[in-house]
């Protein structure tokens, strides 16, 4: 598979460590069309249950598609959700770490314009250490600043032991039966195991989107952009580690610049309204 997102910085010296992802250039513009296009592909895979997904085959595929599209966003005020960064996060995971979906937790909407609470992403990834679980933090933001402030006490919330307990029983109680990870994932977070033992298999992406000025300033992927991007990627790392104080899990810090925020939403919104109305 070709990979569509461009990494400008990737520091796994850093702690944490350090993503620096770009959509790039293409005719002298920033790919935001193409992004909002690239986006939709992951859009099943985000929205619906493993069932789900599984059960696509040629008579339900429209269907399905437009389902995917009412779950993540049925409401006017798009602009205002939060849907469209935790799919970018999905997409970044899925393309960049190569993790796999534990539970869809959009799917787990109770009711049109409700918003899931917890973690933004629950995924998985198989390594020679064991199995590690992927529970993800977005803010789309159009200011890096205020995306910052705001992650900060999320994380210190979510990491605190009670909160950990709580959600582990959600996330088990949604995982599909009829997935090959349940099993594991179960034992994994199993009320009998130490959250000792527990955090050392967490991994925290966090993602945090920005109109940058680099970025906007730029029509091309140059060797001046990449060198200005990489500046500018690191002083936001230096600013998000200056006021993090979460360290029982390991982060894994993803900064997403964007030439326009508000471009890319218009056209996430055209694309969802259209598989919508399939």
Known sequence: MVQF?????HQ???QPRLHGVCAG???GKWRSDQLSRYLMEWLPEFSLSYTER???N???SVAQIRKAAQIVYDTDKYDKRGEFGELLLHALMRESMGTEPAISKIFFKDAVNSTVKGFDSVHVLDTPKGL???IGEVKFYKSITKAIS???PELEAHFKDDYLRKEFILITGKLDPHWSGTGRVTDLLHRNRSLDEVVTSIVVPVLLTYDSATTKGFTEASAAYKAALEAELQDNHRKFVAKNTVSKVRIELFL?????????LIRLNKRLQAARDL
Do not use: G, R
């Not at 997102?5 to 910085?9: D, K, Q, R």
């Not at 610049?257 to 508000?262: E, G, I, L, V």
């Open 5 to 9: 997102f461009n990494v400008h910085c």
């Open 12 to 14: 796994l010296t850093l």
């Open 25 to 27: 250039y293409e005719s």
């Open 54 to 56: 599984k059960s696509i």
């Open 58 to 60: 040629d008579t339900n």
């Open 132 to 134: 590690e679980l992927w």
């Open 150 to 152: 705001d992650v900060i």
């Open 256 to 264: 997403f610049p964007m030439a326009d925020k508000s471009d890319l």
